[in-house]
């Protein structure tokens, strides 16, 4: 079996070991917050580990009211006096498959010093130096994707992410969605995926993601997902932001993957219309409150799980499209030309 496809239909499995392992921990994550009362989260990744930061940030903001912010490593090493006021009274949480890309490990290194701020790290390796450096550190070697492109290490760092701020919130909603869904999964994946290996084998050569709240940041790996694994021009715009001004550039030659909430149905609905107009080829994904929509050419159902588990679904279509889209195209989908699996500035 292909490494990367045994990855991404693996996560499921991987998915439940990293939800038992938070839990476990969820008394002393909320003992943790309590004693550090930071003014705010800063979240840091670098890739996609930052568009997991993004997301977490939304989470933090929208779910428990924590004021919060997200930066990619590199902008915050590079340029971390200019980030002074963000990161005074601050708790860092460092979001990295291997625990050892050179930006992050310094930025957190940079905050303890400057600030004597207190760290988290969330990562898939056992003994790294996050993990060293990082007051407190959720450790998952189970989800390590050995592929350059992460899919199944993507989705276990976003879950893992929701479930650490529902820990330091005392809430226990979020985790019972992650066990719903994860139950779930294998099926959801094993019903959908020869519907989204006939999308990519259509017509179209560029591909558009649009997702809103609490998975936006998700929504962005999923348009990555299109350029690491089947080296395609990609872009991640919220739900209606894309008319103003994406819009011009969606035509035939697209492939539009889009997430719809439950509220304000027909303004959505609408803007998929407008697309189907245009010729593209549209992949929706919803909850059970949707009827069939017209004229599309696959509507994807997912469990109803609330807003944060809904992306462990939806990631899977982008990874999985993504995934036969290169085999179509004769290319390695874990190994592309030109990209580390992480990087180490100091080599």
Not at 106 to 119: A, R
Not at 129 to 156: H, Y
Not at 160 to 178: E, P, R, Y
């Amino acid at each position: 079996m292909d490494k990367t496809y045994f990855e991404i239909t693996r996560q499921y499995k991987m998915l439940e070991k990293t939800i038992a392992c938070v839990e476990s921990q969820k008394e002393a994550l909320r003992e943790f917050y309590l004693a550090k009362k930071p003014k705010s989260i800063v979240f840091i990744g670098s890739g996609s580990s930052y568009y997991l930061s993004q997301s977490a940030e939304i989470i933090a903001r929208t779910q428990y009211g924590i004021s919060s912010s997200s930066i990619p490593a590199g902008d915050a090493m590079v340029n971390f006096k200019a980030n002074k006021k963000a990161f005074e009274g601050s708790m860092v949480v460092a979001i990295s498959r291997s625990g050892n890309t050179t930006e992050i490990l310094k930025t957190v290194n940079d905050m303890k010093n400057e600030f004597g701020i207190s760290s988290v790290g969330i990562t898939c390796v056992e003994d790294s130096e996050l993990g060293r450096i990082a007051d407190l550190c959720i450790k998952m070697p189970w989800a390590f994707d050995e592929s350059v492109c992460q899919t199944g290490t993507v989705t276990n760092l976003y879950a893992a992410s929701a479930l650490l701020l529902a820990g330091f919130a005392g809430d226990s909603t979020v985790f019972g969605d992650m066990r719903k869904m994860t139950a779930a999964g294998d099926r959801f994946i094993s019903e959908n995926e020869p519907e989204f290996k006939k999308i990519a084998n259509k017509k179209w050569d560029k591909v558009v993601v649009l997702a809103d709240g609490e998975i936006s940041g998700l929504a962005c790996e999923g348009a990555l997902a299109f350029k690491e694994i089947c080296c395609t021009i990609s872009n991640y715009y919220h739900v209606l932001d894309v008319r103003h001004g994406p819009m011009v550039l969606i035509d035939k030659n697209t492939l539009v993957i889009a997430d719809l909430k439950p509220d304000n149905k027909d303004y959505q609905l609408s803007l998929i219309d407008d697309l189907v107009k245009k010729g593209a080829t549209m992949v929706v994904s919803t909850d059970d409150s949707y009827d069939a929509i017209k004229n599309i050419d696959l509507h994807v159902k997912h469990p109803n799980v609330g807003n944060i588990a809904e992306g462990l679904p939806f990631i899977n279509i982008a990874q999985l499209i993504a995934y036969h889209r290169a085999i179509l195209l004769k290319l390695d989908p874990g190994n592309p030309d030109g990209l580390d699996a992480w990087i180490n500035l100091a080599k």
